[in-house]
T-cell receptor, first 110, second 111 residues
Framework: DGGITQSPKYLFRKEGQNVTLSCEQN?????MYWYRQDPGQGLRLIYY???????QKGDIAEGYSVSREKKESFPLTVTSAQKNPTAFYLC?????????FGQGTRLTVV | GQNIDQPTEMTATEGAIVQINCTYQ??????LFWYQQHAGEAPTFLSY????GLEEKGRFSSFLSRSKGYSYLLLKELQMKDSASYLC????????????FGKGTTLSVSS
């Protein structure tokens, strides 16, 4: 079945460690996005990519990095520079009007 | 600047009708989206409006007025499973760019 897969669903990280969240899609979509969701904050854009080997910062890119080496994959690295990384992270892809979301990764810093 | 406003919470009873409003101020406009999100899950697409008027899809309808920067989502014949957050999102320009989301409206449906 076509869709977007995020892994893992739950992730725990110690303070000071980098961690990478996976996002894979087999929908053949050009555009992919990473959002962060905190309680009462809605979805905020971290990074997006419109084509392979190109990506742009969103509203809250500090402390995060991405790569887009393949059309299907758009991994997000949460670095130790991100001061408040505990959140629900959502990946999405889009071709045309509708965006499709993955099931999300809940990251907790312990 | 960009601003999308929705009520934080709403309550309703089974079988009723509820209207969730969304107002927006963005630098451009190329469509308004409504998503449903159950707790801990991914948002799922409900509707898309790019022209003024009402779009109906089963129990859900969405309305857009571009001149007023206003949309609403209308849910009819409410069911318990409709308890969720409803997210309003605007696309500022055409291809590829991200959606700007409001903070969402949490709807609680009681029996």
């Amino acid at each position: 079945d076509g869709g977007i897969t995020q892994s893992p669903k739950y992730l725990f990280r110690k303070e000071g460690q980098n961690v990478t969240l996976s996002c894979e899609q087999n929908l053949n979509h050009d555009a992919m996005y990473w959002y962060r969701q905190d309680p009462g904050q809605g979805l905020r854009l971290i990074y997006y990519s419109q084509i392979v080997n190109d990506f742009q910062k969103g509203d809250i890119a500090e402390g995060y990095s991405v790569s887009r080496e393949k059309k299907e994959s758009f991994p997000l690295t949460v670095t130790s520079a991100q001061k408040n990384p505990t959140a629900f992270y959502l990946c999405a892809s889009k071709q045309g009007a509708e965006a499709f979301f993955g099931q999300g990764t809940r990251l907790t810093v312990v | 600047g960009q601003n999308i406003d929705q009520p934080t919470e709403m309550t309703a009873t089974e079988g009723a009708i509820v209207q969730i409003n969304c107002t927006y101020q963005t630098s451009g406009f190329n469509g308004l989206f409504w998503y449903q999100q159950h707790a801990g899950e991914a948002p799922t697409f409900l509707s898309y409006n790019v022209l003024d008027g009402l779009e109906e899809k089963g129990r859900f309808s969405s309305f857009l007025s571009r001149s007023k920067g206003y949309s609403y989502l209308l849910l009819k014949e409410l069911q318990m499973k409709d308890s969720a957050s409803y997210l309003c999102a605007v696309r500022e320009n055409q291809a590829g760019t991200a959606l700007i989301f409001g903070k969402g409206t949490t709807l609680s449906v009681s029996s």
